[in-house]
């Protein structure tokens, strides 16, 4: 059983950043893939970015976010970040990380079986 564990959410003024932590265990993660997904009130929940490999290979976010957000990794913890600057009130949403079995590049949510719990950010202007 896989389980994603995200940390590092809060309250953050527009221009601010934050890092969002997601630590895994239950696995040996060499041959996952991971992404990160926002979900604001009343959307339906977006793809922000992944990393083809648990360890944050070939990692991308999407057009949105770009310059902005980046994806990394410390494998020795199993764990994987955002990192978020210049954060923008749009950026206000719940972040998920996931997680599949199989190292390629997605971005449907349905392709990932393994969810977080979430972990809310808020951005004020």
């Known amino acids: 059983q896989v389980q994603l564990v995200e940390s590092g959410g809060g309250l953050v003024q527009a221009g601010g950043s934050l890092r969002l932590s997601c630590a895994a265990s239950?696995?040996?993660?060499?041959?996952?893939?991971m992404g990160w997904f926002r979900e604001a009130p009343g959307k339906e929940r977006e793809f922000v970015g992944a990393a083809v490999t648990w360890s944050g290979g070939n990692a991308d976010v999407v057009d949105s976010v770009k310059g902005r957000f980046t994806i990394s990794s410390d494998n020795a913890k199993n764990t994987v970040y955002l990192q978020m600057n210049s954060l923008k009130p749009e950026d206000t949403a719940v972040y998920y990380c996931a997680a599949a079995y199989g190292s390629r590049w997605r971005t449907n949510r349905y392709e990932y079986p393994y969810w977080g719990q979430g972990t809310q950010v808020t951005v004020s202007s």
């Open positions: 239950g696995r040996t993660f060499s041959s996952y893939a």
